[in-house]
Each structure stands twice: as C-alpha cells, then as structure tokens.
C-alpha cells in the first residue's frame, strides 16, 4: 500500500497520543501564562475556558499586561516547534498574532466537532480589539509562519477566507469520511510548500483565488462530488500541471488556469462543463491538446488566448454556439480547426494573430454572424464555410492581412462583403456560388489586393463603394448577365491595372473613378 492508505491509521495514533482531557467547554483560548517551556519545544497546558474558538495568542479577555505579553512572545520567538492538540468540544480555531509564526501541527481529536477554521486580512488588525470575530489561521502580520500540517476532521463544514495564505503549509489531509464542502477566497493563496491536495467527495464549493499564486502541482477531484465550478483564479500562475475536471462542473471561471504550467486536462466522459470562462487558458505555454466536452455552449472572451494548443478538437455532437472576443488569438501552434456546426456565433478578433492556417464548418453549420476581424492577421490558408452555410456577411477586416490566403469562395446567402474586409490580404481568386446573393462590396473590400487580377461581380450586387478594388491588380472585371448593379464608388479601380470596363446598363451612379484607362 502507499503512503497515503497508511495515513488515516498515522494520524489515527497521533490524535490518541494528543487526546485532551474531557471538558465541557466548546472553546480553547491559550495565552501567555498557559505556556510551558521544555527545551525547544512549547507545550500548551489543557486549561479550558468556556468559549467556541480557539485562538492562539493574547487572551483579550483579560487585562492588557505588556511586559508578560513581551516575555511571553519572547519565549515564542525561541521555539521551534508548536504542537496543538485541538480538544473535541472546539467548534472554530485560528490565530491572531505572531504564536502562530511557530505553528506546525494542528491535529483535532479523533472525537473532534471542530466546524471550521478561520482567517481575516490583518494588515488592519487591531492588537486591542476584544472581539470574538478577529482571529485567523494564518495572519498577514507572519508571512513565514511554519505550519506544516493540517489534518481536516469529519466535523470540519468549512475553510474560512485567507486561512492558509502565504502559510509554509505542506500537507492537507482530510479525514476518510470528511463532510466539509466549502473552502473560502484565497485560503491558499502564495501557499509555495503546498504541492498536492485531494479533495473529498463532499467538496461542493471553492472560493475564488484559492490556489492563485501557491505551489500546487496537482488536484484531484473523487468522480462523485458535487463541485459546480472551477472558480475565478482557481490555479491561476501556479505550477500545476495536470487536471481531470470531474463530471459535476459546469463552469470554468475566468483566469482558473492562467499562466500555468498545465500539459494535460481531461474531462469526464459525462462532463456537464457549460461555459469556459475568460481567459480560463490564456498563457498556458505548455498546453498542446484539449478536446472541448459535447457539453460546452460557451467559450468566452480571450479563454485560449497565446496557448500553446496544437490541437483543438470538438465532440462530434457539440453544442457549442458561441466563441468569444480573442478566444483562441495570439495562438502561435494552433494549424487547423474544425468548427462544430451548432456554433452560431464567433465574436471579434477570435482568432487574430494566430498560426491557423485552416477552418472549416460543417455541412449544416449554423453560423450565421462572424464579428469584425476574427481571423484577421493569422497564418490563414484555406477556409471552407460549408454547402448549407447561413452566414450573411463577411464582416470588417475579416480577413486583413491575411497573406497566405490565396482563394476563397463566397457562400450563396452572403448579401454584404463589409470595409476592409479582404484588405492586404493574398487573395489570387474570388469564387462567387452561382445563386449569390451578394449586394454590396463594401468600402476598401479588396484594397491592396496586389495578387489579385481577375473579379466577376455576380448579377445580385447593387453596389460596390469606394475603393473597393483600390491597389490591387485587377486587370479584368466581368459583370455577370442581367447585373443589377446601380452605383460604383469613388477610386473603387484606382491604382488598379485595368484597362477596359463594360459598365452595365443598370448603373446610376459613377463617382469619380480613376484607373489608367479610358473606360467604354
């Protein structure tokens, strides 16, 4: 057997050995003249006093006396080792000044009721304060305290906020039949000694930021709990470097795994993951696959953004409808996606600066709106919208600066190419389907086109604005037969190296058109 099945019977003996005598108190408040000095090591008199907490440090319950509060912290500072047997009548424990500097066991009885363990910001802390409510685990006054250990009793419900931070804490252990089920706010934040946690099932909430900063290299989840999100800066900058998300989680929320060293996250086969919140991936240089679960309707704002995904695969009956603002840009390894036909929505800038070179939607792909920019200045090669595709527009600076884009057909429902949509990109050929129901050509569409030399305008568009073809190489233009085209805009062939146009009989309107030619 491992380590960890000796555990519970290692801590078994422990909690025998530190058993405190029977009491009826429900408290424990050690102070200075409860201390006994034995060589280096400090050990507490079990004197009980008709509280609810225990709190180690001054009793605020007597009159102020600095100079034994001084001998008493004295004698502190010259300890190593601080043992605390936590007796069964105790419901809460915490600390409120520098004896918990030198705090390196907290071991609650085997017949412990202790409910929860607390913790505030003291950098406001009042030294003079009487109140019950101002203590803590682990104070902001003592960033090195030594406690290394905490074993988690059966009647511990809950982890109070900043419990642990900036604590040397090294082991979390958790009885067998652990019941507790929420850990607050940063209660292991900057804990650096903190490697590895594994969660009990009855584990149903976590405070934002608990493991932000720490030195976690690895979580694990039991498949039945009940965890319903991965909250807000989660592990977010820490070294963890593997996750399996467990069935019962719904949300990953914004940052959880930011700038963390992650290789590998799985899903459970029966993940119930909704959304992956922003920026949940951003700058995890060594992530290179992930497969989204079915599930996953959301995935928001900049969630992947400068990742190190080479692949990025979909389950083959996802439910996915939105990508979000930079989801997946900056992503410098990402070559090819394949976008699942339930997406109805991908936002701006969603894939801007990347490697991508290839995209493809699905036969019965329901997208129906591509925001501004959203593949714009990535390594793009090749893109196919499908046979059924709904999309409607291309939207502005869709495609710009898209060198390596050499062709492209247009899907039959596109009624508007928007400004700046194909601008300075690598464009050869431009395909129309042959029942297009293109309109407009928007302003500076194609400008600076400069590989692109031969355009047919299909009989639907009406108008094509200013510039549109301004810069390119555009030596031929066709009008499609019975062209409906009313208005051509201002420069639309300037700098272009057309030499004959046959204008439509339909037109209205010529703006000021420039080009080496005379036109006929």
Known sequence: MGLSSHLPLLFDSILSIHRPMESRAKAVWWTRNQWNQSGSELKLCQQWTRRESIVFGRDTSQPSNDDAMSEGMKRTEQATTISIPVPPTCLAIGAIDEFAAHLTNVIPSRYSNLRSIQGLDFHDFDSDSDSDSDYGIINEKTPNVSTRLIFIPSSLLKIELYAFQQSQLKYLIFARNAKISFIARSAFWWTKSLHSVLFPPSIETLGNSIFQDSGIKFVSFPSTTELKALPNSAFQHSPLSSIEIPASVEKIEKNAFSGTNLESITFHPNSKLQSIGESSFEYCSRLTSIEIPASVQVIEERAFESSSCHSIAFASNSQLETIGPYAFSCCSNLISLEIPSSVKEIDQFAFTDSSLQSICF???????????????????????????????????????????????????????????????????????????????????????????????????????????????????????????????????????????????????????????????
């Open 362 to 520: 699905g036969l019965n792909s329901q997208i129906e709106q591509i925001h501004d920019g959203a593949f714009c200045e990535s390594a793009l090669k090749s893109i196919s919208f499908g046979l059924n595709s709904k999309l409607k527009s291309i939207s502005r600076f869709l495609f710009y600066n898209c060198p390596n884009l050499t062709s492209i057909e247009i899907p039959a429902k596109i009624e508007v190419i928007e400004a700046s949509a194909f601008l300075k990109s690598g464009l050869k050929t431009v395909a129309f389907a042959p029942n297009s129901c293109l309109k407009t050509i928007g302003e500076c569409a194609f400008k600076n086109c400069r590989d692109l030399s031969r355009i047919e305008i299909p009989s639907s568009v009406e108008e094509i604005e200013e510039e549109a073809f301004a810069n390119s190489k555009v030596e031929s233009v066709v009008f499609a037969p019975n062209s409906k085209l009313r208005k051509i805009g201002k420069r639309t062939f300037q700098g272009c190296a057309l030499e004959i146009i046959n204008i439509p009989s339909t037109i209205e309107i010529i703006e000021e058109m420039r080009s080496k030619s005379v036109f006929s």
